[in-house]
């Protein structure tokens, strides 16, 4: 079974640019996560969907940070403009979907930003 | 809001020797509580979770965690560590009908041969 598909895995741009980062869930998992994981921290939620709607993004700063996953399938996570603070590994995760508390999410390789 | 606590940022042991990695958390209502491992330049890897019924779970590559509700702690052990046990281990905890899994600041595991 394939495991949670994200690119790119490395991002260097300077504040001010924008950047989108891709997510390919594990086939048939209904539930998609983004999380931020800021260096020497556990990884933070940032948004999640169930299917293409969200269930959550309270945690989103959606001044600059969107997600979108039209098809129940992939998703997209974008920045515009970014910052400083935003430097970061930006995490994928999917889970079956059955139960939200106890499932088990499974993650992605992560995408690395780096912002000058 | 739920939060987990991980109180030892780095734990070193020798290679066979038993390994422990602590996690205390607080949450309203029965918790659900999760660990995972990380590996550099990967992402994470789930080990084991509790959910309910034994309080001792067993879980990927020889780990086990053990609840224990009155002292609101999911202490990850290991009976003998490897040194390809190195990595950093990340405790979480999620509510009941709570979308947010909550995860620690992680414990860097060192093992020495």
């Known amino acids: 079974e394939a495991g949670v598909a994200q690119s790119p895995r490395y991002k260097i741009i300077e504040k001010r640019q924008s950047v989108a980062f891709w997510c390919n869930p594990i086939?048939?998992?209904?539930?998609l996560y983004w999380y931020q994981q800021i260096l020497g921290q556990g990884p933070k939620l940032l948004i999640q969907?169930?299917?293409?709607?969200?269930?959550?993004d309270s945690q989103l700063p959606k001044d600059r940070f969107s997600a979108e996953r039209l098809k129940g399938v992939d998703s997209t996570l974008k920045i515009q403009p970014a910052k400083l603070e935003d430097s970061a590994v930006y995490l994928c995760?999917?889970?079956?979907?059955?139960?939200?508390?106890?499932?088990?999410?499974?993650f992605g390789p992560g995408t690395r930003l780096t912002v000058l | 809001a739920q939060s987990v606590a991980q109180p030892e940022d780095q734990v070193n042991v020798a290679e066979g020797n038993p390994l422990t990695v602590k996690c205390t958390y607080s949450?309203?209502?029965?918790?659900?509580l999760f660990w995972y491992v990380q590996y550099p330049n990967r992402g994470l890897q789930f080990l084991l979770k509790?959910?309910?019924?034994?309080?001792l779970v067993k879980g990927s590559y020889g780990f086990e965690a053990e609840f224990n509700k009155s002292q609101t702690s999911f202490h990850l052990k290991k009976p003998s560590a490897l040194v390809s046990d190195s990595a950093l281990y990340f405790c979480?905890?999620?509510?009941?009908?709570?979308?947010?899994?909550?995860f620690g600041a992680g414990t860097r595991l060192t093992v020495k041969p």
């Open positions: 969907f169930q299917n293409n709607g969200v269930v959550d």
């Open positions: 086939s048939g998992h209904a539930t």
């Open positions: 949450v309203s209502g029965n918790p659900y």
């Open positions: 509790y959910i309910t019924g034994d309080n």
């Open positions: 995760a999917s889970s079956p979907g059955g139960s939200p508390s106890t499932d088990t999410q499974y």
């Open positions: 979480a905890v999620r509510g009941m009908n709570n979308n947010d899994m909550r």
